[in-house]
Structures are given as structure tokens and as C-alpha cells.
């Protein structure tokens, strides 16, 4: 089946920085595009960033843009997401979630919440 698993969450002080990693298995990780969302409690799950394993398109959003940076290392078939200058606003758990998306382009976030496959998640907290 398919399985990712999410660490590197920390608390860390704001303009701090953290990397956070999916290790994935049970699937052909180039067929899949890969994405990793937030929620902070009372708050709807929200993507923030994605990247198609076979082409390396990404995408991020308005609110991460510039600040944070979405790689693959193939060879453990592992997502990273760099996260810096990073904000209070970004306290959440953070999750990865697997879509089998095997074309070009990253897929539209809601297509990972209708049908992706998740990993537990991992909490990041920014405070002073």
C-alpha cells in the first residue's frame, strides 16, 4: 500500500528555518505527483505545495512563495520541503499526500484531499 511518513517538525522561533521530509513507499514514484498541505486547528486542510516526481514542475502558494522550497532525492524516494523565514501564521501540522498522476504538471490541491493518499503528519510550531 501506500505509505509516507512525514518528519522534521520543530519549534522554532520566528525567521527560523526547517526542513521537513515524506519518505515514501508502496508505490512507482515517478508515476505520482507528490504535495504537501497544512491545518491548524479550526482550519481547513490547505495545500502549500506540490511537485510532479517525473517532470520536477512545482508549485506553491501565495502564502509560501519565496519562502519555501519543494525537492525530491529519488533515490529514497523522499519529498523535502524547506521551509524559512518562516511565521508565526505557519504553526500547523504539516502532512504530504500522494496522488498517482502520471502526466505532466502538478495537479490542482483539491485533487490530492478528493482522492491522495496522507501521511500522519508532522507539527510545526513558530512562536517567540
Known amino acids: 500500500e501506500v505509505q509516507l511518513v512525514e518528519s522534521g517538525g520543530d519549534l522554532v522561533q520566528p525567521g527560523g528555518s526547517l526542513r521537513l521530509s515524506c519518505k515514501t513507499s508502496g508505490f512507482t514514484f515517478e508515476d505520482y505527483a507528490i504535495a504537501w498541505f497544512r491545518q491548524a486547528p479550526g482550519k481547513e486542510r490547505e495545500g502549500v505545495s506540490g511537485i510532479n516526481i517525473a517532470d520536477g514542475s512545482t508549485w506553491y502558494s501565495d502564502s509560501v512563495a519565496g519562502r519555501f522550497t519543494i525537492s525530491t532525492n529519488n533515490a529514497e524516494n523522499t519529498v523535502i520541503l524547506q521551509m524559512n523565514a518562516l511565521k508565526s501564521e505557519d504553526t500547523a501540522v504539516y502532512y504530504c499526500?500522494?496522488?498517482?498522476?502520471?502526466?505532466?504538471?502538478?495537479?490542482?490541491?483539491?485533487?490530492?484531499?478528493?482522492?491522495?493518499?496522507w501521511g500522519q503528519g508532522t507539527q510545526v510550531t513558530v512562536s517567540s
Open positions: 499526500a500522494a496522488l498517482l498522476w502520471p502526466r505532466g504538471g502538478v495537479p490542482w490541491m483539491t485533487r490530492f484531499l478528493e482522492r491522495g493518499s
